[in-house]
């Protein structure tokens, strides 16, 4: 029940077009959800995140889309450049309560130029 | 610009020797986390702090220990290295409350031989 479930473990884009990974979870006491990105040899950083409370949230290219009811969301990237080849985690925190985060296995996103 | 730095970028230690592994945040957190990322398996805590000389364990603490002797810094030690215990680690920091929050070390890849 604490697990987040992330899709796919790699994925492969043209320049120019949209990347999409999702997770789901199971457990409803999870808050508030990030996203996080990793690029080679450095540690993740915050991208964007979200409460179940807005189905979307965009921040530049990148969108989060939330589906409280399926127990999914989603990060979208649009217009995808090679700059964005990383790999990217979802998570999810029951917020305000010193639980860890609960991460996805990560996606490889490698953007073709 | 805020900062959690790991003292070695690159390690290579034998097997059976002790292994000290080092992070130090500038932010004034109170919470600090050791994980440790391997290929397809994503991001496993190994032990976390909430508080300056408390530890617990997280879910893969076995052949580990940690110590806080002070709040801005996190060692990991590994008692006595195993081959199985090549990995990068990743420390990682955030305030209490906000444990959404993460701010990452760039990470220590250890190699065990």
């Known amino acids: 029940q604490q697990q987040v479930k992330q899709s796919p473990q790699s994925l492969i884009v043209q320049k120019g077009g949209i990347s999409i990974i999702n997770c789901a979870y199971e457990?409803?006491?999870?808050?508030?959800f990030p996203w996080y990105q990793q690029f080679p040899g450095k540690g993740p950083a915050l991208l964007i995140a979200?409460?179940?409370d807005v189905s979307e949230k965009k921040e530049g290219r990148f969108t989060i889309s939330f589906n409280k009811s399926a127990k999914q969301f989603s990060l979208h990237i649009m217009d995808s450049q090679p700059g964005d080849s990383a790999t990217y985690f979802c998570?999810?925190?029951?917020?305000?309560?010193?639980?860890?985060?609960?991460w996805g296995a990560g996606t490889k996103l490698i953007i073709k130029p | 610009d805020v900062k959690v730095t790991q003292s070695s970028r690159y390690l290579v230690k034998r097997t059976g020797e002790k292994v000290f592994l080092e992070c130090v945040q500038d932010?004034?957190?109170?919470?600090m986390f050791w994980y440790r990322q391997d290929p397809g398996l994503g991001l496993r805590l190994i032990y976390f702090s909430y508080d300056v000389k408390m530890k617990e364990k997280g879910d893969i603490p076995e052949g580990y220990s940690v110590s806080r002797e002070k709040k801005e810094r996190f060692s990991l030690i590994l008692e006595s290295a195993s081959t199985n215990q090549t990995s990068m680690y990743l420390c990682a920091s955030s305030e209490q409350g906000a444990n959404y929050g993460y701010t990452f070390g760039s990470g220590t890849r250890l190699t065990v031989v």
């Open positions: 998570a999810a925190i029951v917020g305000g309560s010193n639980y860890q985060l609960i």
């Open positions: 932010m004034d957190h109170e919470n």
């Open positions: 979200i409460r179940p």
């Open positions: 457990n409803t006491a999870f808050d508030y």
